[in-house]
């Protein structure tokens, strides 16, 4: 079905269609209306999930953690300095493996004070150990959310993921949507499975205990290895995903990369002015190209060179 839609309703729509359980939340500028249209969801009775009212952002994704780790599917969003207040919790997140999904609006952090766009959110947690995936429009704001679960929750993986959307030109801007059936969406993800940790009160455990240094470089060398193996993960993601709903995505996208003597490396909604400009400027006899990274976290490293080839 095709609606019209900003960035925020369609991630909304993304959660839903994940069959998302719980989603803990604290509204920041712009991702406030993600949190508001989950909560009209859950009111109305068409997404079954606990809806909470967190009062900080810390405590949102405190939430979140202590969802998953009972085996609930668990969402939350948040922005700029409401992900740096988060910046405590995201490391628990990872190192619990926990397959949490948060969507970022991109907002520049502070300071000087800004409600605008740029990735200084998502980058100051770029080496925490979440996935991190970066949409250029609204469609792919929705269609990552379920690709975002589909690998976190791989038993090779058992990571949590951020789907970047930039704030404003994304979150705020409307767009045409194809929101797939619910069928399909099934289809592509089907309920979480029991994970790396699963806490339950018939065999009580501890979870995120006191380390010493003898024993602290195991999980963080596993953290790493599951990483890597997104590299594997994530294309066969793509892969079943055009298969079911004939849209096609990879951890690097190419525009004019073949012949190009200069290429442009770029994440986010920007991508769309540069596909212009490049056009423009293969009209005006320069070979230019341009790469889009999907993937920042874990970076496409190969596929990146093989892609800039010798640009």
């Not at 969402?75 to 948060?102: D, K």
């Not at 995936?133 to 679960?149: G, H, R, S, V």
């Not at 997104?230 to 294309?235: A, F, G, S």
């Amino acid at each position: 079905m095709k609606k019209v839609m900003d960035g925020n309703t369609a991630v909304a729509y993304g959660a839903k269609l994940a069959r998302v359980q719980v989603v803990p939340a604290y509204p920041i500028t712009p991702q406030s209306a993600i949190a508001e249209t989950l909560a009209r969801f859950i009111n109305e009775g068409s997404l079954k999930a606990k809806y909470l009212r967190a009062e900080s952002e810390h405590s949102a994704l405190s939430a979140a953690v202590g969802a998953s780790l009972v085996g609930a599917r668990a969402f939350t969003a948040t922005a700029s300095v409401g992900l740096a207040l988060m910046n405590e919790i995201t490391g628990v997140a990872a190192g619990s493996r926990l397959p949490i999904v948060m969507a970022i609006a991109n907002r520049a952090l502070c300071s000087p004070w800004s409600l605008w766009c740029d990735h200084s959110d998502t980058m100051s947690v770029r080496d925490q150990g979440w996935i991190q995936l970066y949409a250029e429009n609204c469609q792919e704001a929705l269609d990552f959310i379920l690709i975002a679960y589909r690998v976190a929750e791989d038993p090779l993986v058992q990571l949590p993921c951020m789907v970047a959307e930039d704030g404003f030109f994304l979150s705020h801007m409307q767009d045409t949507v194809i929101v797939p059936e619910a069928e399909q969406a099934d289809l592509y993800l089907p309920p979480r499975c029991a994970g790396y940790l699963r806490l339950d009160p018939a065999e009580p455990v501890a979870a995120n205990i006191l380390t010493g240094p003898d024993r602290f470089t195991g999980p963080k060398y596993a953290m790493a290895e599951a990483m890597d193996r997104v590299h594997r993960v994530l294309p066969e993601a793509f892969s079943e995903f055009k298969r079911i709903f004939g849209r096609e995505y990879s951890p690097v996208m190419q525009y004019r990369c073949e012949d190009a003597e200069t290429v442009i490396v770029a994440l986010g909604s920007v991508n769309g002015t540069l596909r212009e400009s490049v056009k423009e400027m293969r009209a005006a006899g320069d070979k230019v190209g341009l790469l889009r990274v999907v993937s920042y976290r874990p970076f496409p490293y190969e596929e990146l060179r093989r892609a800039v080839g010798k640009a």
